[in-house]
């Protein structure tokens, strides 16, 4: 698999003019770069707070949700009442809305608004190390 990822990558490479000259530039370096500074920007813009109001917000809008019943600590199982698909799917609203992906064992531990919240938060987080 590193292989066919390391040969479409070099396929990719493309020829960029610099002061007259041409210099091999990976595109997936400046993807890269391009996040860095989309993280950096966000986390500098983004405190804990607006991300919560973010995720409670997106899940008051849930269609099987009564958003009167949403709180930072409400449980989305007993408290919000979904079910492991209602759950999915606003993983996957979660995961559109911050730009993250959140792995299934990861997904299975976000119980209540506060811990998506703090999910994403390190998540962005980790990005800017790695990309950095």
């Known amino acids: 698999m590193q292989t066919l990822r390391n040969a479409i990558l070099s396929y990719m490479r493309i020829e960029v003019p610099v002061k007259g000259h041409f210099v091999s530039e990976d595109l997936n370096g400046m993807y890269r770069h391009m996040q860095l500074l989309r993280r950096c920007s966000t986390n500098a813009s983004i405190n804990e707070d607006q991300v919560l109001d973010r995720v409670i917000g997106l899940v008051k809008k ?20 979904l079910d492991s698909l209602d759950r999915v799917e606003l993983v996957m609203a979660f995961e559109e809305e911050f730009s993250v992906e959140i ?12 811990d998506v ?3 994403v938060i390190s998540s962005s987080n980790e990005k800017v190390s790695e990309i950095s």
């Open 62 to 81: 849930f269609d099987k949700i009564d958003a009167a019943k949403v709180t930072e600590k409400a449980d989305f199982q007993k408290d919000l009442s």
């Open 103 to 114: 792995p299934d064992a990861e997904a299975d531990k976000l119980k209540c608004c506060a």
């Open 117 to 119: 919240a703090k999910y």
